[in-house]
């Protein structure tokens, strides 16, 4: 059974850099048809998509984000990661990673747990 | 401010039907599909419908998607208790290289 999970460390100063890894298990990330990509969730707030990637590398972006955001991925490893610089307190969210099945059009089909970061001076 | 726009609250009581709609634009719902997600209280969301009415296996036919020009609706006939969480419409956006968008959700509360 595909089982996605976040690591990475939950809290960074402002203006640090943000550093997340999804690790990917039960299948694989160079499937077909999929890209790999992070949405998050602020506090009692809606959700907000921030980027996708598949396995050749080719990406897709949020337009507000993508001046401060990359995402990444490492076959070998069967992970992807995100990475948000000059971080502020307003990207203080829990971050998902998630399985994006693109056929027409593509949408997150399996989501991990979930991981709190903080943005904390 | 979400690029689709749901009503912030809907609610109703046990066996009832209730919809929630889902508004977007020609470059999102007018040209790609709705998918809805359901998230409960501390947990990650779920696919609740795909590509405007598809059901995923385990998702019971209480649950129905439509769609109509840069509208979409979500459908929940037979309410029950457990169905109390928020509700979100996604879709894809052609502008700008193509990204995703979300709605705003939807809390749905059984009286």
């Known amino acids: 059974q595909l089982q996605l999970q976040e690591s990475g460390p939950g809290l960074v100063k402002p203006s640090e850099t943000l550093s997340l890894t999804c690790k990917v298990s039960?299948?694989?990330?160079?499937?077909?048809?999929?890209?790999w990509g992070w949405i998050r969730q602020s506090p009692g707030k809606g959700l907000e998509w921030i980027g996708s990637?598949?396995?050749?590398?080719?990406?897709y972006y949020n337009p507000s984000l993508k001046s401060r955001v990359t995402v990444s991925v490492d076959t070998s490893k069967n992970q992807f990661s995100l990475k948000v610089r000059s971080v502020t307190a307003a990207d203080t969210a829990v971050y998902y990673c998630?399985?994006?099945?693109?056929?027409?059009?593509?949408?997150?089909?399996?989501w991990g747990q979930g991981t709190l970061f903080t943005v904390f001076s | 401010q979400s690029v689709l726009t749901q009503p912030p609250s809907a609610s109703g009581t046990p066996g009832q039907r209730v919809t929630i709609s889902c508004s977007g634009s020609?470059?999102?719902?007018?040209?790609?599909?709705v998918n809805w997600f359901r998230q409960l209280p501390g947990t990650a969301p779920k696919v609740l419908i795909y590509?405007?009415?598809q059901r995923p296996s385990g998702v019971p036919d209480r649950f129905s998607g439509s769609k109509s020009g840069t509208s979409a609706s979500l459908a929940i006939s037979g309410l029950q208790s457990e169905d109390e969480a928020n509700y979100y419409c996604?879709?894809?956006?052609?502008?700008?290289?193509?990204?995703?968008?979300f709605g705003g959700g939807t809390k749905l509360t059984v009286l």
């Open positions: 039960g299948g694989s990330i160079s499937r077909s048809s999929y890209y």
């Open positions: 590509s405007n009415n």
């Open positions: 996604a879709a894809w956006d052609d502008s700008l290289n193509g990204h995703l968008v």
């Open positions: 020609t470059s999102n719902i007018g040209s790609n599909t």
């Open positions: 990637i598949y396995y050749s590398g080719s990406t």
């Open positions: 998630a399985r994006h099945y693109c056929g027409a059009d593509c949408y997150p089909d399996y």
